[in-house]
Protein backbone atom coordinates (compact mmCIF):
# COMPACT_ATOMS: atom_id res chain seq x y z
CA UNK A 1 0.00 0.00 0.00
CA UNK A 2 1.50 3.52 -1.24
CA UNK A 3 2.43 5.61 2.22
CA UNK A 4 -0.37 9.05 2.24
CA UNK A 5 1.07 11.33 4.78
CA UNK A 6 -2.70 13.35 4.62
CA UNK A 7 -4.04 10.04 6.02
CA UNK A 8 -2.59 9.04 8.34
CA UNK A 9 -4.34 7.72 11.46
CA UNK A 10 -3.19 9.85 14.83
CA UNK A 11 -3.65 6.49 16.45
CA UNK A 12 -1.48 4.31 14.27
CA UNK A 13 2.08 4.03 15.62
CA UNK A 14 3.93 3.52 12.61
CA UNK A 15 2.07 5.63 10.22
CA UNK A 16 2.75 8.71 12.53
CA UNK A 17 6.50 7.53 12.86
CA UNK A 18 6.76 7.34 9.16
CA UNK A 19 4.78 10.56 8.97
CA UNK A 20 7.47 12.26 11.26
CA UNK A 21 10.54 10.36 9.51
CA UNK A 22 9.20 11.62 5.67
CA UNK A 23 8.95 15.29 6.98
CA UNK A 24 12.39 15.06 8.46
CA UNK A 25 13.64 14.10 5.28
CA UNK A 26 11.90 16.88 3.69
CA UNK A 27 13.69 19.56 5.75
CA UNK A 28 16.82 17.97 5.44
CA UNK A 29 16.93 17.88 1.95
CA UNK A 30 14.90 21.15 1.03
CA UNK A 31 16.56 22.80 -2.07
CA UNK A 32 16.73 26.26 0.39
CA UNK A 33 18.28 24.46 3.37
CA UNK A 34 22.26 25.62 3.82
CA UNK A 35 23.69 24.65 7.28
CA UNK A 36 20.65 25.10 10.11
CA UNK A 37 19.36 27.64 7.83
CA UNK A 38 16.91 27.89 5.13
CA UNK A 39 17.27 31.16 2.39
CA UNK A 40 14.24 32.49 0.72
CA UNK A 41 14.89 34.46 -2.11
CA UNK A 42 13.24 38.36 -3.27
CA UNK A 43 9.99 36.47 -4.14
CA UNK A 44 6.36 36.38 -2.56
CA UNK A 45 5.31 36.91 0.98
CA UNK A 46 5.96 35.51 4.54
CA UNK A 47 3.55 35.28 7.09
CA UNK A 48 5.11 35.16 10.03
CA UNK A 49 4.18 33.75 13.31
CA UNK A 50 4.98 33.68 17.33
CA UNK A 51 4.85 30.60 19.75
CA UNK A 52 1.84 28.12 18.93
CA UNK A 53 1.90 25.94 21.69
CA UNK A 54 -0.74 23.04 20.43
CA UNK A 55 -4.09 25.73 19.45
CA UNK A 56 -5.38 24.30 16.67
CA UNK A 57 -8.04 26.87 15.66
CA UNK A 58 -5.16 29.43 15.40
CA UNK A 59 -3.13 26.85 13.37
CA UNK A 60 -6.13 26.63 11.37
CA UNK A 61 -6.13 30.12 10.79
CA UNK A 62 -2.62 30.71 10.14
CA UNK A 63 -3.22 28.45 7.02
CA UNK A 64 -5.67 30.31 5.82
CA UNK A 65 -4.04 33.59 6.12
CA UNK A 66 -0.52 32.07 4.72
CA UNK A 67 -2.23 31.88 1.24
CA UNK A 68 0.11 28.90 0.62
CA UNK A 69 -2.59 28.05 -2.51
CA UNK A 70 -2.12 31.44 -4.27
CA UNK A 71 1.48 31.19 -4.87
CA UNK A 72 4.58 28.64 -4.70
CA UNK A 73 6.23 31.80 -3.69
CA UNK A 74 3.94 32.08 -0.62
CA UNK A 75 5.74 31.09 3.05
CA UNK A 76 4.63 30.74 6.40
CA UNK A 77 6.90 30.19 9.40
CA UNK A 78 5.74 27.67 12.61
CA UNK A 79 7.60 27.37 15.90
CA UNK A 80 6.94 26.10 19.48
CA UNK A 81 4.14 23.50 18.37
CA UNK A 82 4.11 21.15 21.79
CA UNK A 83 3.19 22.10 25.19
CA UNK A 84 -0.38 23.31 25.25
CA UNK A 85 -2.37 24.03 28.09
CA UNK A 86 -5.37 22.02 26.66
CA UNK A 87 -5.27 18.38 28.49
CA UNK A 88 -7.43 15.46 27.40
CA UNK A 89 -7.72 13.02 30.42
CA UNK A 90 -5.15 15.17 32.35
CA UNK A 91 -2.12 14.15 29.59
CA UNK A 92 -0.64 16.08 26.99
CA UNK A 93 -1.09 15.32 23.19
CA UNK A 94 0.48 17.94 21.53
CA UNK A 95 2.23 15.20 19.37
CA UNK A 96 -0.73 15.42 17.03
CA UNK A 97 0.12 19.18 16.19
CA UNK A 98 3.32 17.89 15.02
CA UNK A 99 1.43 15.47 13.00
CA UNK A 100 -0.57 18.03 11.34
CA UNK A 101 2.39 20.74 11.09
CA UNK A 102 4.41 17.16 9.34
CA UNK A 103 1.39 16.83 6.58
CA UNK A 104 1.64 20.48 6.11
CA UNK A 105 4.93 20.25 4.92
CA UNK A 106 4.53 17.69 2.91
CA UNK A 107 1.78 18.85 1.09
CA UNK A 108 3.24 22.39 0.26
CA UNK A 109 6.72 21.22 0.03
CA UNK A 110 9.06 24.55 -0.19
CA UNK A 111 6.27 26.99 1.68
CA UNK A 112 5.89 25.64 5.18
CA UNK A 113 8.78 26.23 7.38
CA UNK A 114 9.06 24.84 10.82
CA UNK A 115 12.53 26.17 13.02
CA UNK A 116 13.02 24.67 16.01
CA UNK A 117 11.98 25.59 19.45
CA UNK A 118 13.01 25.39 23.37
CA UNK A 119 9.98 23.10 24.19
CA UNK A 120 10.83 20.85 20.78
CA UNK A 121 14.44 20.67 22.24
CA UNK A 122 13.33 20.16 25.67
CA UNK A 123 11.31 17.42 24.87
CA UNK A 124 13.37 15.71 22.69
CA UNK A 125 17.03 16.19 25.12
CA UNK A 126 14.97 15.51 28.26
CA UNK A 127 16.08 19.13 29.17
CA UNK A 128 12.87 20.15 32.24
CA UNK A 129 10.76 22.99 31.55
CA UNK A 130 7.22 23.85 32.73
CA UNK A 131 4.79 26.47 31.55
CA UNK A 132 3.24 26.32 34.82
CA UNK A 133 0.59 23.02 34.69
CA UNK A 134 3.25 20.67 35.64
CA UNK A 135 6.25 19.09 34.17
CA UNK A 136 5.59 19.55 30.35
CA UNK A 137 8.02 16.22 29.22
CA UNK A 138 5.86 13.97 31.78
CA UNK A 139 2.37 14.91 30.31
CA UNK A 140 4.06 14.81 27.35
CA UNK A 141 5.13 11.37 28.07
CA UNK A 142 2.16 10.57 29.31
CA UNK A 143 0.11 11.41 26.41
CA UNK A 144 2.29 9.51 23.63
CA UNK A 145 1.90 6.40 26.26
CA UNK A 146 -2.28 6.74 26.03
CA UNK A 147 -2.49 6.97 22.91
CA UNK A 148 0.45 4.21 21.90
CA UNK A 149 0.84 2.24 24.36
CA UNK A 150 3.32 -0.45 23.94
CA UNK A 151 4.62 1.37 20.47
CA UNK A 152 4.53 4.93 21.77
CA UNK A 153 8.89 4.54 22.08
CA UNK A 154 8.49 4.29 18.07
CA UNK A 155 6.75 7.30 18.08
CA UNK A 156 9.29 9.20 20.46
CA UNK A 157 11.95 8.27 18.08
CA UNK A 158 10.67 9.90 15.00
CA UNK A 159 9.66 13.13 16.68
CA UNK A 160 13.13 12.95 18.15
CA UNK A 161 14.32 12.43 14.37
CA UNK A 162 11.67 15.35 13.34
CA UNK A 163 13.03 17.47 15.81
CA UNK A 164 16.90 17.41 15.21
CA UNK A 165 15.82 17.98 11.63
CA UNK A 166 14.19 21.64 12.43
CA UNK A 167 16.53 24.40 10.85
CA UNK A 168 17.30 27.28 13.31
CA UNK A 169 16.07 30.23 11.72
CA UNK A 170 14.55 31.45 8.38
CA UNK A 171 16.86 33.77 6.40
CA UNK A 172 15.34 36.15 4.10
CA UNK A 173 17.18 38.43 0.79
CA UNK A 174 15.50 41.06 2.11
CA UNK A 175 17.46 41.40 5.39
CA UNK A 176 14.18 39.73 7.44
CA UNK A 177 15.30 36.54 9.64
CA UNK A 178 13.43 34.88 11.94
CA UNK A 179 14.30 32.17 14.61
CA UNK A 180 12.81 31.21 18.25
CA UNK A 181 15.02 33.29 20.13
CA UNK A 182 18.63 34.50 19.85
CA UNK A 183 20.89 33.99 23.09
CA UNK A 184 21.22 36.05 26.16
CA UNK A 185 23.72 38.89 26.04
CA UNK A 186 26.24 37.52 28.40
CA UNK A 187 26.38 33.92 26.55
CA UNK A 188 27.19 35.82 23.37
CA UNK A 189 30.97 35.90 24.25
CA UNK A 190 30.96 31.80 23.82
CA UNK A 191 28.49 31.51 21.00
CA UNK A 192 29.32 30.23 17.54
CA UNK A 193 27.41 32.38 14.89
CA UNK A 194 28.27 30.28 12.38
CA UNK A 195 26.03 27.55 13.53
CA UNK A 196 23.58 29.11 11.01
CA UNK A 197 25.34 27.71 8.22
CA UNK A 198 26.24 24.39 9.26
CA UNK A 199 24.42 21.25 10.26
CA UNK A 200 23.95 20.70 13.63
CA UNK A 201 25.83 17.99 15.59
CA UNK A 202 24.40 17.01 19.50
CA UNK A 203 27.17 18.38 21.29
CA UNK A 204 24.77 22.11 19.79
CA UNK A 205 21.86 20.71 21.91
CA UNK A 206 23.48 20.67 25.16
CA UNK A 207 21.93 21.48 28.18
CA UNK A 208 23.41 25.36 29.17
CA UNK A 209 26.49 25.15 26.59
CA UNK A 210 25.47 23.76 23.36
CA UNK A 211 24.74 26.58 20.78
CA UNK A 212 21.59 24.99 19.80
CA UNK A 213 20.62 25.55 23.43
CA UNK A 214 21.29 29.20 23.59
CA UNK A 215 19.78 29.74 20.17
CA UNK A 216 16.29 28.72 21.22
CA UNK A 217 16.34 29.29 25.05
CA UNK A 218 18.26 32.66 25.20
CA UNK A 219 16.33 36.11 26.68
CA UNK A 220 17.38 39.77 27.34
CA UNK A 221 18.21 40.85 24.31
CA UNK A 222 19.82 43.75 23.68
CA UNK A 223 20.55 46.69 21.15
CA UNK A 224 24.20 45.81 20.87
CA UNK A 225 23.48 42.16 21.07
CA UNK A 226 21.31 42.77 17.95
CA UNK A 227 23.29 44.99 16.28
CA UNK A 228 26.45 42.81 16.66
CA UNK A 229 24.77 39.48 15.21
CA UNK A 230 23.20 41.41 12.38
CA UNK A 231 26.35 42.40 11.15
CA UNK A 232 27.46 38.84 11.38
CA UNK A 233 24.18 37.49 9.66
CA UNK A 234 23.61 40.51 7.50
CA UNK A 235 20.14 40.90 8.99
CA UNK A 236 18.35 44.06 9.00
CA UNK A 237 15.24 42.56 11.09
CA UNK A 238 15.15 40.12 13.78
CA UNK A 239 11.65 38.39 14.48
CA UNK A 240 11.61 36.28 17.94
CA UNK A 241 8.70 34.53 19.72
CA UNK A 242 9.90 33.17 23.15
CA UNK A 243 8.45 36.16 25.09
CA UNK A 244 5.71 37.01 26.87
CA UNK A 245 3.89 39.23 24.62
CA UNK A 246 0.69 40.58 25.96
CA UNK A 247 -0.80 42.03 22.83
CA UNK A 248 0.19 39.81 20.33
CA UNK A 249 3.08 41.61 18.52
CA UNK A 250 5.90 44.18 19.94
CA UNK A 251 8.42 45.89 18.98
CA UNK A 252 11.38 46.43 21.57
CA UNK A 253 13.18 48.23 19.17
CA UNK A 254 13.43 49.52 15.44
CA UNK A 255 14.89 46.19 14.28
CA UNK A 256 13.14 43.56 16.98
CA UNK A 257 9.99 42.14 16.24
CA UNK A 258 8.39 39.76 19.02
CA UNK A 259 5.06 37.40 18.43
CA UNK A 260 2.61 35.51 20.04
CA UNK A 261 0.11 33.15 17.89
CA UNK A 262 -1.26 31.07 20.98
CA UNK A 263 -2.63 32.99 23.64
CA UNK A 264 -6.52 35.23 23.02
CA UNK A 265 -4.72 38.15 21.67
CA UNK A 266 -2.59 36.46 19.18
CA UNK A 267 -1.63 38.35 15.96
CA UNK A 268 0.75 37.31 12.89
CA UNK A 269 2.04 39.55 10.19
CA UNK A 270 2.52 39.16 6.14
CA UNK A 271 5.96 40.67 4.84
CA UNK A 272 6.51 41.30 1.35
CA UNK A 273 9.69 39.26 0.50
CA UNK A 274 10.27 41.89 -3.01
CA UNK A 275 10.41 44.93 -0.52
CA UNK A 276 13.55 45.74 2.01
CA UNK A 277 12.77 44.37 5.36
CA UNK A 278 10.42 47.12 6.99
CA UNK A 279 10.65 48.72 10.55
CA UNK A 280 9.47 46.49 13.19
CA UNK A 281 6.99 49.40 14.57
CA UNK A 282 5.76 49.25 10.99
CA UNK A 283 4.99 45.61 11.65
CA UNK A 284 3.26 45.75 14.75
CA UNK A 285 0.89 48.09 13.04
CA UNK A 286 0.52 45.67 10.46
CA UNK A 287 -0.21 42.86 12.50
CA UNK A 288 -3.63 40.66 12.32
CA UNK A 289 -5.29 39.60 15.53
CA UNK A 290 -6.20 36.05 14.84
CA UNK A 291 -9.52 36.43 17.36
CA UNK A 292 -10.94 38.80 13.83
CA UNK A 293 -10.91 35.45 12.23
CA UNK A 294 -12.62 33.25 14.20
CA UNK A 295 -12.90 31.62 17.98
CA UNK A 296 -9.73 31.22 19.93
CA UNK A 297 -11.20 28.24 21.85
CA UNK A 298 -10.59 24.80 20.69
Avoid at 287 to 294: E, I
Wanted: aromatic letters at 6%; one cysteine or more; hydrophobic letters at 45%.
Amino acid sequence: MTFDPQTVSMQDASGVAALLDAAAERMLTEPLRRGSSVFLPARGRILLTGDLHDNPVHFRLVQELARLDRSPDNHVVLHELIHGDRLVNGVDLSYRMLCRVAQLLLAKPGQVHVVLANHELAQVFRHPVSKGAGDNLELFDAGLDWAFGDDATLVEEALGRFVRAMPLAIRCENGLMLSHSLPAPFERAGFDPGILDRPLVDADYALRTGDAWKMVWGRGWTQELLADLGATWGVKLFVLGHALVEYGADAPFDNLLLLNTDHERARVVAVDLTEPAPNAHDLVSASVPLSAYGTVDA
